[in-house]
């Protein structure tokens, strides 16, 4: 069976605090409900990615990234005014990446972006990830550029964003290939783009519990990457560019 490495799902898990995000509040999902769901799939590695609705808690995250062991790392929401040592902490316990959720909130916003994202680069070398509609993206292009390293989520969500996503995707800006169900455009098109746009942007993930999306992930949506990028292009998005991003190959 394939390899994958699933660099975008969330763990929601009932002993720990949610936090309300415009009234929602997400059905639970826990570490045994993600392994008996992605079971089949052939995942053996993955980023759990902190919600809105976790706010800058860390304890869920260090707690599902015991349960989930070698191979799956944590990306974080975390305020301006963390230290140095705590950075370190959480990089110790597996924590990767840093994520701003410019989409729902949860997280620090856009005026601490470039600041927050350096200071922690530096400190720990973790990436940075954004949630944000990538209609949204083209005022901002020269200020994503300067940061480190930065991947966006969803496909960026909405096709009249595709060309400043594809932009970013052609100077090393990699992209999440999760949430199809999210998305107004035709997937296999826009992944064969980006792909062409650089064959290292790409990086599976399943989204799952898919919280608020409209069609949640199925098993059939990696059949969907496999068909548009064909099997070198797969590996690539399922295995090997998220592997060498978190920092695992």
Request: glycine share 8%; aromatic share 8%; charged share 20%.
């Amino acid at each position: 069976m394939r390899q994958l490495f699933d660099a975008h799902c969330h763990i929601i898990d009932k002993a720990y605090p949610l936090i309300p995000n415009n009234g929602y509040v997400p059905e639970f999902f826990s570490v045994d409900d993600y392994l008996a769901r992605t079971q089949p799939l052939g995942i053996v590695g993955g980023a759990v990615v902190s919600g809105s609705f976790q706010g800058f808690d860390q304890t869920y995250l260090i707690a599902a990234l015991k349960r989930l062991g070698a191979g799956f790392v944590g990306v974080t929401q975390l305020p301006s005014s963390v230290t140095d040592a705590e950075l370190e902490t959480l990089n110790q316990q597996g924590v990767r990446a840093l994520r701003f959720n410019l989409k729902r909130g949860g997280s620090e916003q856009l005026d601490q972006l470039e600041s927050l994202a350096k200071r922690v680069f530096e400190c720990v070398g973790w990436h940075s990830e954004l949630y944000i509609d990538s209609r949204e993206l083209a005022p901002l292009h020269e200020r994503l550029l300067r940061l480190p390293a930065l991947s966006i989520d969803h496909l960026g969500l909405s096709r009249e964003g595709l060309p400043s996503l594809l932009r970013l995707a052609e100077r090393g800006v990699r992209i999440k290939a999760c949430g199809f169900g999210r998305v107004d455009f035709d997937v296999s098109q826009a992944l064969q783009d980006i792909h062409r746009a650089n064959p290292h942007a790409l990086m599976f993930g399943t989204d799952l519990p898919s919280t608020r999306s409209p069609n949640p992930f199925k098993n059939n949506d990696i059949k969907i990457l496999i068909n548009a990028l064909g099997e070198d292009g797969a590996d690539k998005a399922l295995w090997q560019n998220a592997r060498g991003f978190y920092r695992l190959a």
